[in-house]
């Protein structure tokens, strides 16, 4: 069975220091990894996703992500946050080629301090 | 990307009530999911509503409390039957983008039973 894990519920950071969220993995084969980022109120916005190739992927709002197959993660990363980064963070995992089952992580809250 | 519009955005219900949640898409979709968000928790796919068949459950899932419509190509609804306050969560659609290998997710439907 494929299963996330988001080690951080929760993480504060102030704005203009660096972040990193961590989201570890179980799947046997080739996953297909993702982050959402969900504000208050509002549904799940994808910020970036990795099917193959190069590991370090970009996404939008200055935010990367890199895939380690040996170490089964995909930390997401942004050098500089800002004030309106502040929101749940998911990641979640799907078998090759399919989002009909899409797992997800259980999120990590985070809070931007002036 | 797809546009997917849910309604309502928000209710609030009373005890052994149903409620009926619509999801329309701005384009044909093959593939239409429905996930509860629990309160501080993460997402947890209900069912893959199927188009011109019946909606394919997940474990801890049945039809007679989440009977799932699937008329068209661009249209679904989840209805919540006989509510209690363990069914107050936030409910959100999906749909899979082209190649099925990532989902976009409505603005969800927050609801509350009292």
Redesign the interface.
Known sequence: AQSVTQPDIHITVSEGASLELRCNYSYGATP?L?W?VQSP??????LL?Y?SGDTLVQGIKGFEAEFKRSQSSFNLRKPSVHWSDAAEY?CAL?SS??????T????TQLTVLP | SAVISQKPSRDICQRGTSLTIQCQVDSQVTMMFWYRQQPGQSLTLIATANQGSEATYESGFVIDKFPISRPNLTFSTLTVSNMSPEDSSIYLCSVSGTGHTEAFFGQGTRLTVV
């Open positions: 297909y993702f959402y109120g509002q549904g799940l916005q994808l996703k099917f998911f799907t080629g399919s989002a009909r089952q899409l997800f992580g259980s999120g």
